[in-house]
């Protein structure tokens, strides 16, 4: 008996260590990535959404709200590798910067970026946007764009930013979600609302679900699914080498003797042979002998 209840202890004591470690990497590798759904402050979020001024290439689709600032590196590779994929798809990806507030004394935004987001806030022209994140954050000046600062119509127009995130991101956090950007709300095909704070990219195949977007983008010419897709940009995108080209067999010189088919036996050269009439090339000349003489040597 006293034997069977050490082996039970000791199985007891090996389910927990094992449910353990499966919870951990549960947690870990997938649920930690999957999205929240919104349940309880749906209609007060997508009236901050709607009120806000977002930019957008167009589509007309469903629409996917992108929230970030300008800095960050997450949210501009999302932009640049899935924004494509998604617009196949047919959903619209709307995006909404902010200039970040100062932490701790020490500004977290430069006056041409909020000049600039001044600018878009108000006009929302996606030819100013594209400009702005195609040019390096050091060399944008904001050249021709009205100061946001000291110009208090501007300077409310960044404070209302900041405003709509803070706001946001208490929304979000009764729903359990810890705020980072790139923030990512959408509506998946039944309706409901979600939100994921999408910093890693194991996060963005649970949006390619909700919303049937493909994983790739075929290139241009080539049908999707086609398997020749794999053969014109294979593993990391790259074309690969052509081959080197089959040339033709050159022509022949005139007057010259065709060239003896491949795999043929190369044909003995003929000996050269003189007709009467035809000169002969002129004999090679032996080279003079010294001659001495009295009082000096002659060749």
């Not at 409901?192 to 075929?218: G, H, N, Q, Y």
Request: net charge neutral; proline share 10%; aromatic share 10%.
């Amino acid at each position: 008996m006293r034997r069977f209840f050490i082996w039970s202890a000791l199985a007891a004591v090996i389910g927990l260590i094992i449910a353990g470690v499966g919870y951990w990497a549960y947690w870990t590798y997938y649920a930690r990535f999957q999205p929240v759904t919104v349940t309880r402050n749906q209609a007060e979020i997508q009236r901050l959404l709607d009120e806000a001024s977002w930019v957008s290439a167009g589509g007309g689709g469903e629409p996917l709200y992108i929230i970030g600032y300008r800095d960050s590196a997450a949210m501009q590779r999302y932009e640049r590798e899935e924004a494509p994929k998604l617009r196949a798809a047919g959903v619209e990806a709307r995006i909404i910067l902010f200039a970040r507030p100062d932490r701790e004394g020490l500004a977290q935004s430069t006056a041409a970026e909020r000049a600039t987001l001044a600018e878009l806030w108000l006009t929302r022209d996606w030819t100013l946007y594209q400009r702005w994140t195609a040019t390096p954050v050091r060399n944008w000046t904001a050249a021709g764009i009205p100061a946001a600062d000291g110009n208090l119509a501007r300077g409310a127009v960044v404070e209302a930013g900041r405003a709509f995130v803070a706001n946001l991101s208490e929304k979000l956090g009764q729903e359990g979600l810890q705020t980072r950007y790139p923030l990512i709300i959408w509506r998946d095909r039944e309706g409901f609302m979600k939100a994921c704070a999408c910093t890693d990219s194991r996060s963005w195949v649970f949006i390619r679900d909700d919303l049937d977007a493909p994983e790739r983008i075929d290139p241009p010419g080539v049908a999707p699914g086609d398997p020749q897709a794999a053969q014109v940009y294979p593993g990391d995108g790259s074309p690969e080498g052509l081959p080197y080209p089959t040339l033709p067999p050159l022509a022949p010189a005139p007057g010259a003797a065709p060239a003896p088919a491949t795999g043929a036996a190369p044909r003995a050269t003929p000996a050269p042979t003189t007709t009467p009439g035809t000169a002969r090339p002129p004999a090679a000349r032996k080279a003079p002998e010294p001659k001495q003489a009295d009082d000096a040597t002659f060749f």
